[in-house]
């Protein structure tokens, strides 16, 4: 139990002191302390009471506690969390499971929403928040697990946010070597001779035109006595999309750092779920390259060979991503996994389809897709189903090789969706998410989309 005399002491005039309104002594003292009530906020979505000397602190939030069971009621709580700037200290005590739920999102969005870009700064943020917690270990646990949750949505932001000269597929590669740290990771990195040896043509005519070289990340998680058989994540790990020789305009290149989000998300998601030593078994798996422009890059017309042996038509080189997938997705099967989510910053014609707002969703398991989305419904990280049928697959037919790697204008994400499913086995369930929209902010930058996702799907 922490005391009312311990947490005085903490204090300064610049901390925000967060209580959710409950009767627990802690809680009561300081309302004693404020001369206030404490019924007087339970019904309350966010109220700031102003210490007036009665406490160091200089203000007192108060989350009502009956509101932290209703969605759009925690939505307001969230939005008012937003402006607290300085230190934060949470008391709470012990409540239900979904309060405790609430408890882990509040401490998530206290970090996350603090989140500044400030590496390549001459002058650093000094902010940071301090947590105490008064009541049973289920509260400091739910706490305790929303810092991890907040750090690691704030470790995909800072890998997507680092721009291509400090973040290259080889950066990556070593990134996700340092995530052996944590009891149950195992990393595998795959360098060139290795990726040709696999025969991953795809993967490998993407990386033709650049300076650097190619790294396959393979990081497997697997808790000590799990038997379930491994679920796959599969990031697209474009570092830097120039469009190849089907080059951006101008207007549309800046920004393509962003292009390697979904292989921030999966790395990002796996190290997340080692901290919580969840009791799954995970693969990730990122084709990292870049794909610029060089002597040796491929044109429109060339045609490529995948890992599973199909030839691929080359119609646009700025559909580099697709190509990525198909071996990184092949490779993710050979090695056991008959679950796969894919997640990929892949077509504008998502973003078109459904704004920033929803992240396109494909599936060829209704099932696999539905358990998901229940997850991102109490993530609040919304996903919208889209088709991928019959038809078009039908549109990335070649007459010179086994398929197109783009299909007709309309329709884009769908084709997109099409062409990976074209190297799902038939046993395999599968789901695509197109994260353009989702993944960037013009005034936030990186999102992290997708991670707290990733880690509460395999926490369930």
Not at 60 to 78: C, P, R, T, Y
Not at 173 to 188: F, I, N, P
Not at 301 to 316: F, M, Q, V
């Amino acid at each position: 139990m922490i005391h009312f005399q311990e947490i005085n002491n903490v204090l300064k005039a610049s901390n925000d002191l967060v209580i959710v309104a409950n009767e627990c002594e802690i809680v009561e003292t300081i309302f004693k302390a404020l001369k206030t009530d404490i019924a007087d906020f339970k019904d309350e979505n966010f109220s700031t009471v102003y210490a007036l000397n009665n406490l160091s602190a200089k203000r007192v939030h108060v989350i009502g506690q009956n509101k932290l069971s209703s969605d759009d009621d925690f939505e307001k709580v969230v939005k008012s969390l937003v402006g607290l700037k300085e230190d934060v200290i949470i008391l709470t005590e012990s409540f239900s499971e979904e309060e405790q739920n609430r408890i882990l999102d509040l401490t998530e969005k206290i970090i996350t929403e603090r989140y500044v870009i400030d590496t390549f700064k001459s002058k650093k943020s000094s902010e940071q928040s301090l947590f105490y917690f008064s009541g049973d270990k289920t509260v400091k646990t739910a706490i305790d697990e929303g810092l991890i949750y907040g750090e690691t949505i704030n470790q995909a932001k800072d890998l997507v946010n680092t721009p291509y000269n400090y973040m290259r597929a080889k950066d990556l590669a070593d990134h996700a070597k340092t995530l052996e740290k944590y009891d149950g990771v195992c990393v595998k990195i795959f360098e060139r001779k290795e990726i040709e040896a696999m025969n991953m043509g795809a993967y490998l005519g993407v990386n033709k035109g650049s300076v650097d070289e190619p790294y396959l990340i393979f990081i497997k998680y697997k808790a000590e006595n799990n038997t379930d058989e491994p679920t796959a994540l599969v990031g697209k790990g474009v570092m830097f999309d120039t469009g190849g020789y089907s080059l951006k305009t101008p207007t549309s290149m800046p920004g393509m750092k962003f292009d390697m989000a979904g292989s921030a998300s999966v790395i990002a998601a796996i190290e997340g779920i080692a901290r919580l030593q969840l009791d799954t078994h995970v693969f990730v798996v990122v084709a990292a390259t870049d794909n610029r422009i060089g002597d040796n890059a491929i044109v429109p017309d060339d045609i490529l060979t995948s890992a599973n042996g199909k030839t691929i038509e080359i119609i646009s080189t700025d559909a580099e991503g697709r190509l990525t997938l198909a071996d990184a997705v092949w490779f993710a099967q050979k090695e056991g996994a008959k679950k796969i989510i894919d997640v990929a910053t892949l077509t504008g014609a998502a973003m078109a389809a459904l704004g920033t707002y929803y992240s396109a969703a494909f599936t060829n398991n209704q099932d696999f897709l539905e358990s998901f989305k229940k997850v991102t419904e109490k993530t609040r990280e919304n996903i919208w189903q889209m088709p991928v049928s019959k038809e078009h697959h039908e549109e990335l037919k070649s007459k010179v090789a086994d398929i197109k790697n783009k299909g007709k204008r309309l329709a884009g994400a769908s084709t997109a969706a099409a062409f990976i499913e074209e190297f799902i086995d038939d046993d395999t369930q599968w789901i695509h998410l197109d994260i353009a929209g989702t993944a960037n902010d013009k005034k936030i930058g990186s999102t992290g989309v997708m991670v707290k996702s990733f880690m509460r799907f395999f926490q369930n």
